[in-house]
């Protein structure tokens, strides 16, 4: 697009989100994915199973839990609580339940990576995993549920005394089970979520500890690194923090080269950490901007549109097909910048990317997101089987909703108090 194609009409320049029609689509979509996910999920076994594109389970008979897609369920059960989705307070009850008595070692502590009917399956010790477990227990917190302070309390030891490493400001990723060896291996997105994960642990308990680790993350992973590779954001490193840009890996989370996907997800991430510590590092909202202009500069197809999942360092897609995350982290993004800038660039983006999103990844016929396309856009499952979850997809239709001064699960608590005020 040229400049003058980044200007909108006065005519049309109001925010979508503002708009009545716009927020009542997202709303349905938002309960759409609910009516897809939450009921079928279940497992009566524990934990939840993992559906297919249709909504049935992949494998009812000994399905694998991975501690991710627990704690994800969790959390969004969290936020049907808070926005008044019925049904959400039992999934989130199932999903505690299972975290604190199956994931959690109460042998050797941590949180192990997945289990099946039998019991344990992988008991590697990840800080990927505790992040999502600290973020579950933080938004378990806001809703009251029982396990949460205890979850919280635990989890957070685990990661200060286990994972963090303050001589860099950032996590360490994988132990064996017990604890005996740490692998060299460091990556920046188990340091994404846990970036995440802090902030939403700072906003449930006001420790201003958690704000003060996400912080040391973006430094790292940004302001050292990122920046200095023309915002794309390095994903690997050995265990002395240099980068390997020849790090061949497993493809659904740690794919060699760059992921675009995740410098939209830190443009995210860092507007809400620019918010939380009260505006005062504007480098942040810097960062975001060029992220996200990378990520539609280089990681956006400009023929057939979609997200290219991996780029290599000349930015030449190599795993070309377009999964639904990046698209739904792209929209929060969006979503968040133009909130803080009034560049027609984010708003138009925000657009284009809701009408990529309604035309090719929203299954309206059958529910939820198609989770990878070709090419071409036509739907495949080379990398992913299935609906893997409700998490990204779901947040990117609450986002816009709700006030960016934080996490979205603050936004609605705010929401709701404002309207208590004015009621």
């Not at 042998?107 to 999502?132: E, P």
């Not at 996400?214 to 265990?239: C, M, N, P, T, W």
């Not at 890996?249 to 675009?260: I, L, Y």
Request: charged share 20%; net charge negative.
């Amino acid at each position: 697009m040229s400049d003058a194609q980044y200007t909108l009409p006065k005519s049309n320049s109001g925010p979508w989100s503002t708009r009545p029609f716009h927020r009542q689509w997202l709303m349905r979509q938002a309960n759409n994915l609910f009516d897809f996910f939450e009921a079928a999920s279940l497992n009566p076994k524990g934990g939840f199973f993992e559906l297919d594109d249709t909504g049935k389970p992949l494998d009812a008979a000994n399905s694998t839990r991975q501690i991710h897609s627990t704690t994800r369920m969790v959390h969004c059960a969290a936020i049907g609580s808070l926005i008044g989705r019925p049904g959400s307070g039992e999934i989130l009850d199932h999903g505690m339940q299972y975290i604190w008595n199956q994931h959690r070692d109460s042998r050797r502590g941590g949180y192990v990576w997945s289990l099946d009917n039998d019991g344990v399956k992988d008991g590697s010790k990840q800080a990927y995993g505790h992040a999502f477990v600290l973020l579950a227990a933080s938004s378990a917190k806001l809703v009251g549920h029982p396990l949460a302070d205890q979850m919280l309390a635990d989890v957070t030891e685990v990661i200060n005394t286990r994972f963090w490493d303050a001589s860099r400001g950032a996590v360490k990723d994988e132990y064996i089970s017990d604890w005996s060896k740490l692998l060299p291996y460091r990556g920046q997105n188990a340091n994404m979520h846990m970036t995440e994960a802090l902030m939403a642990a700072f906003e449930a308990t006001g420790n201003k500890d958690y704000l003060a680790k996400a912080e040391a993350i973006a430094k790292l992973i940004i302001a050292e690194h990122a920046a200095s590779l023309g915002y794309r954001v390095a994903e690997h490193f050995d265990e002395n923090w240099v980068l390997d840009k020849n790090y061949l890996g497993n493809e659904m989370f740690r794919p060699a080269g760059t992921t675009p996907g995740h410098w939209l997800e830190w443009a995210r991430l860092l507007i809400q950490l620019w918010v939380l510590g009260e505006k005062r590092l504007h480098w942040l909202t810097d960062a975001a901007r060029h992220l996200f202009r990378s990520a539609i500069d280089l990681g956006w197809d400009k023929v057939h549109g979609g997200f290219f999942y991996t780029l290599d360092w000349d930015n030449k897609p190599v795993m070309r097909e377009k999964l639904w995350w990046p698209l739904a982290e792209g929209i929060g993004a969006a979503s968040f910048l133009t909130s803080y800038d009034r560049d027609d660039y984010f708003q138009i983006w925000y657009r284009k990317l809701w009408d990529f999103a309604d035309n090719h990844m929203i299954d309206h016929a059958r529910g939820g997101w198609l989770s990878e396309l070709k090419e071409d856009l036509t739907p495949t499952s080379r990398l992913f089987v299935g609906k893997p979850d409700i998490y990204h997809a779901l947040q990117a239709c609450l986002i816009p909703l709700y006030p960016p001064n934080g996490s979205l699960t603050k936004g609605i608590i705010e929401a709701d108090h404002t309207a208590k005020v004015f009621h």
